[in-house]
């Protein structure tokens, strides 16, 4: 593993199109494929500003996933939220890889997939929901917030990352300030649906470093295509019974919640997010994260009425300016 903008070891990397067979690329930026020329300082340049472009529009999509559950809960009990989201999105990603007639991953890459499935399919969206019943939107995405550094770690364990000193520091000044945001609005004593949300930040950070592992091997969406069909037994099953169970009112909220959930966040959101960090880099792309929380603290204003927390303001600046740091180090 080379520095911190590398999610994988230096290899040749086949992409393959609907009809043709897999050609070698010319690699990413921090990831030339060995004998291929370095490209030009102001192509690599484009290629890095398309890859935090496009992490960006990933995190825009995520802020809003916790006030899409919201209205969605409004309506449908966690589970059925949950289950029918991820139904949703694997109708939308399966229908894009038949039509295309995508082949199916290697065998090699099927464990990574099992990781995605189970992060962020699976993990992340049931233990949010359930935290989401107890917690305020607000008070979920500050720590949530936490994100970027437990996906950094896990990057640096899994890929071999070594993101310099400053990048560490601060990340970790971007965590304390998100910290300070959940113990003023918890009262310091954590409760279960913090400890819900702790669980959370562990599965997708694990399921967000193996996706952007994978997406320098294959497009995002088909990352997070693969995943969701691999999950698709559970998903169903979990659908069918969760709608046996629990109660469904179909309100204008509601279905507009589960919608976004579907199509917006759980496929659209990952595709984006996936092919940024396959540009930028898994930690770099993380760091991107820590808007997030504040994102959401402006949606859970504007469409849930949701008060402001008053530290908004000054915390906002102090996590810009960890993304403003955390971008421009290099390992």
Same mark, same amino acid.
């Given at each position: ?27 990413? @930026?921090?990831? @030339? ?8 300082? $102001? ?16 995190? *825009? ?16 009990? @966690? ?25 199916? $991953? ?6 990574? /997939? ?16 359930? *935290? =989401? ?14 994100? @970027?550094?437990?996906? *950094? ?15 560490? /520091? ?57 995943? =969701?069909?691999?999950?698709? $037994? ?19 909220? +509601? ?24 540009? /930028? ?11 997030? $929380? ?7 204003? =504007?469409? =849930? ?5 008053? +530290?908004?303001?000054?915390? +906002?600046? *102090?996590?810009?300016?960890? /993304? ?8």
């Amino acid at each position: 593993m080379r520095d911190n903008d590398s999610a994988t070891a230096s290899v040749a990397i086949a992409v393959s199109t609907p009809g043709a067979p897999a050609a070698p690329v010319q690699g990413t @930026p921090g990831n @030339p494929v060995e004998g291929a020329p370095e490209p030009a300082a $102001p192509a690599r340049s484009a290629l890095v500003g398309r890859g935090a472009l496009l992490a960006a529009l990933g995190v *825009a999509a995520f802020s809003l996933t916790f006030p899409a559950t919201a209205w969605a809960l409004e309506g449908m009990g @966690p589970w059925t939220v949950v289950m029918l989201r991820s139904v949703l999105a694997t109708a939308l990603a399966g229908g894009a890889l038949a039509v295309f007639r995508v082949r199916p $991953p290697e065998r090699r890459h099927w464990a990574g /997939i099992a990781v995605v499935a189970g992060g962020v399919v699976l993990g992340f969206p049931l233990l949010t929901t359930l *935290a =989401l019943e107890t917690s305020t939107t607000s008070h979920a995405a500050v720590v949530v917030g936490l994100l @970027p550094l437990t996906t *950094a770690a896990f990057s640096a364990v899994r890929t071999g990352a070594r993101p310099s000193r400053t990048f560490w /520091i601060a990340s970790l000044v971007g965590a304390v300030v998100v910290i300070g945001f959940a113990v003023q609005q918890s009262g310091g004593a954590p409760g279960r649906g913090d400890l819900l949300l702790f669980a959370a930040l562990l599965v997708c950070a694990a399921g967000y470093t193996e996706g952007g592992r994978l997406a320098r091997h294959m497009p995002g969406w088909q990352v997070i295509g693969w995943a =969701l069909v691999l999950a698709l $037994p559970v998903t169903v099953a979990g659908a069918a019974l969760a709608l046996s169970t629990e109660p469904l009112r179909l309100t204008v909220h +509601a279905v507009s919640g589960l919608l976004w959930l579907a199509f917006g966040s759980q496929f659209l959101g990952m595709v984006a997010w996936y092919r940024g960090m396959a540009a /930028i880099g898994i930690s770099k792309a993380s760091q991107l994260q820590l808007a997030q $929380p504040l994102l959401t603290l402006v949606w859970s204003v =504007l469409l =849930l009425g949701e008060q402001l927390p008053p +530290a908004a303001p000054a915390a +906002a600046l *102090a996590v810009l300016a960890c /993304i403003a740091v955390t971008q421009r180090t290099r390992g």
